[in-house]
């Protein structure tokens, strides 16, 4: 491969990116060198798995999510070319066909991040079906069929949600001027609008609030956040036993629900509950049903997690310990092993889950139906569809 020309850099950089979508892994840019007049006069490419991740990154104190899995794992895999004076082309001066590891399958290819891009046409399209009302998840169903399959579609569906996102950033003086004028002349149509904005110390727009009256008067007219009584059946489908409106989600008000609920179902007990892990509700199943088995959302878990323990695979060995079934004394073992391994003997937060591992581990919770489920996603899907046909100004 060594002494291969191309005409141009862009034919060079186009063969490595077709080269490595057949073998099966991603490319990067790499170095790029340019002459005394800034003219690039060596370009090359690597592996994405070339290098290694900076500590800096990783033992991040003040981390709030969990560390992305780590790719980057020394591959010297790379291809370079250099211009030549002389003939005037992109010469091949280094090619690294090995790597070290394992290639991507014919049905992963495609998720590889440098052969996934949404053509300027396909994005265009994608703008004014948006603007159409259509949904970014229904946009992408029909690029999948357009283009014969989803492997086939150039990108992912989180591709084209952050494209259609990086359109709406930046607010520009000239947009920020109109809006404004036109949220002062609200004033004078509605007395009962109310706006507030904040600038930078450039003068440039950082942050915009506003309220017409009729969302003023719905805030004071309800206040009531809308509960909703979500389960399963045998055959795993999701059922509705029930909705209630309430004024505040106070213990109090989260046992009148419980107690009306029972009412209603003639005091027959649920066999089990998955919540959120909100205090209230907590509360007030202890306080009412106390004999229910109740199980906590390992999401929620998981998330509290990265804030509270900020050590690389904590998660992962805390999702193991959750999902996983253990005898008891093995799970004593592997809770403090993980402890030690990840320095939490200390942790506070660490200390009450685990006083609460009744309601989230399954080694405890062996043998109590919840549907297959050990997260509140069977809650979230059901309101994310009553979003759809509910808002706030909807009467009773």
Known sequence: MV???????????????????????SVRKNQCRKNQAGIVTTRSWCCSNEGFRRTKYIKNPNRVREPRSEIRIGCRAMFRVCYSKITKLWVVKEFRANHNHCMATDMQKHFLRS???????????????????????????LFVHQNGGWDKAGCTKKDLYNSLAA??????????????????????????????????????????????????????????????????????????????????????????????????????????ILTDGCRSMNKAIEELIPSVVHRTCSWHILNNAIKHVHEEGFVGELRNLIKRYYLVDEFDLRWNKMLLDYNAENNEWAKALYSSRHQWADTHLRGSYFGGSTATNRCESMNAFLKRFLDEKLPL
């Open 3 to 25: 002494g291969v020309e191309f005409k141009y850099v862009e034919e060079a950089e186009s063969f490595y990116h077709i080269y490595s979508k057949i073998i099966g892994f």
């Open 115 to 141: 052969h996934r891009k949404i053509s300027a046409a396909e994005l265009e399209q994608a703008k004014l079906l948006k603007k159409a009302g259509m949904k970014t998840s229904e946009i992408w169903n």
């Open 167 to 272: 359109g709406r950033r930046g607010v520009n003086d000239l947009d920020a001027n109109t809006t404004l004028t036109f949220l002062q002349s609200k004033l004078d149509i509605d007395p009962e609008f109310f706006y507030a904005y904040m600038v930078d110390e450039e003068s440039r727009l950082t942050h915009l609030f506003w309220v017409d009256g009729a969302s003023r008067f719905d805030y004071k007219l309800y206040q009531m956040p809308l509960v909703v009584l979500v389960g399963s059946n045998n055959h795993g489908m999701t059922c509705v036993f029930g909705f209630a409106l309430i004024q505040n989600e106070t213990a109090e008000t989260y046992t009148w629900v419980l107690q009306k609920n029972l009412e209603c179902m003639k005091d027959k007990l649920p066999e089990t």
